[in-house]
Nanobody, 119 residues
C-alpha cells in the first residue's frame, strides 16, 4: 500500500506561481510513476505531469508544458509540481497518483488540493 498526501494549494492571481507537494508513505520502494492530475468543476479529470520514481524521466500535458515542472526528492519521498504563469483555466482540484511495480494503472491517489487562479 502507498499513501499520498497533497499540499500547497491555494488562491492566487493570474501570472502567479505555486508549488504543490505530494508526500508518499508506505511501500514507497514499489512506486514506479508518480503523476499529477487535475479536475475542474464540470470537467473530466485530466493528466498534468508524471515522473518516473527511480529514473526521473518526465512527461507533461501540452497545456502545461513550459509552465509547470514536476520534480522529486527520493530522500523525502516527495514529488513536487512547480506551477508558473498560472492561468484561470488552471483552476482545479489537483491530485497526485502513483503506479507501483511497473503497472500501468494509477492505483493510489491522494485526497486532492484546491488551486484557484483569479483573473
Amino acid at each position: 500500500q502507498v499513501q499520498l498526501v497533497e499540499s500547497g494549494g491555494g488562491l492566487v492571481q493570474a501570472g502567479d506561481s505555486l508549488r504543490l507537494s505530494c508526500a508518499a508513505s508506505g511501500r514507497t520502494s514499489s512506486m514506479y510513476h508518480i503523476a499529477w492530475f487535475r479536475q475542474a468543476p464540470g470537467k473530466e479529470r485530466e493528466f498534468v505531469a508524471a515522473i518516473n520514481w527511480s529514473g526521473g524521466s518526465t512527461s507533461y500535458a501540452a497545456s502545461v508544458k513550459g509552465r509547470f515542472t514536476i520534480s522529486k526528492d527520493n530522500a523525502k519521498n516527495t514529488v513536487y509540481l512547480q506551477m508558473n504563469s498560472l492561468k484561470p483555466e488552471d483552476t482545479a482540484v489537483y491530485y497526485c497518483a502513483a503506479t507501483v511495480e511497473r503497472r500501468a494503472s494509477y492505483d493510489y491517489w491522494g485526497q486532492g488540493t484546491q488551486v484557484t487562479v483569479s483573473s
